[in-house]
């Protein structure tokens, strides 16, 4: 199996190091357009989380622009990362190596959040929060969707 199978993983845990629900959102969005993963996805399948993660994406993007938002690198910030990176991860990589996608997903997840903050804070310092903030919301939010349709194909 080649290393380029496990590319959709490594990149929805890089959209994970940015917003933390988007991946599962992405995922979401994807199943309710009858798109199947290549690997197993159990969880984001039951109708409450389906739309929870939903809920929760939506809701990432709008609580980002608050003041108090903490950075994302605060405890509970990471570890929402590592299993949305987790999952997403596992969701998007070969079947029967969901955990592989998993841990490397979560691999790119953490260490790009400290990045991906630092590359926030300069840039909030010289536009705002706010508009940094959605500047980043578009790039993540293509992202996300943009990796979620190369790794998913139709359901036959």
Do not use: N
Request: hydrophobic share 55%.
């Amino acid at each position: 199996m080649q290393l380029t199978a496990f590319l959709p993983s490594v990149l929805i845990g890089a959209v994970a190091s940015a917003r933390s629900m988007t991946p599962m959102a992405a995922i979401v969005g994807a199943r309710l357009a009858h798109r199947k993963t290549p690997g197993r996805l159990v969880v984001l399948d039951h109708p409450l989380f389906r739309f929870g993660g939903l809920a929760m994406g939506a809701g990432e993007l709008f609580g980002d622009k608050m003041k108090s938002a903490p950075d994302r690198t605060v405890f509970l910030g990471l570890l929402a990362r590592v299993m949305s990176a987790g999952i997403a991860g596992s969701a998007l990589a070969p079947r029967g190596r969901e955990k592989l996608g998993a841990a490397l997903a979560v691999g790119t997840a953490v260490p790009l959040a400290y990045l991906g903050l630092a590359g926030r804070k300069k840039a909030m310092a010289r536009i705002g929060q706010t508009k940094s903030g959605l500047i980043e919301d578009a790039l993540i939010v293509a992202a996300g969707a943009a990796v979620v349709a190369m790794a998913t194909g139709r359901r036959r």
